[in-house]
């Protein structure tokens, strides 16, 4: 009787380990959900979020303009790359300032403006 009382408590515990852990929009199996839907917090059939204008590139370089007018005067746009990401087109913003520094500022699809990073 302790050893099916013992089987069954570590059974339990182990049981609701797994349950508190993930879950519907949570930190499941597939790691933290965008948005949280969907079991595991996943993308997939219960995604919420596909509804989005996609930024062309003159929005994405009109948008780190903005940027650089308001927070660092001096800085000039020198290239501009874009590559495909799961959600759409990510932008990748190459600006030098006077003295020959290079930074980069990334545009998501959503068009959120991410930066300045150090050039490699």
Known sequence: MKKLTLILGTLALTTAFAFAHGGWGGYGMMGQGYGGYGPGGCFGAYNQNGDFKQLTEEEAIKKVQDVLKENFKGYEIVNTEKFKMP?????????????????????NPFGYVMGPFVER
């Open 87 to 107: 959600m759409g087109t990510m932008f990748e913003v190459e600006v030098k300032d006077a003295a020959g520094n290079e930074f980069e500022f990334h545009v």
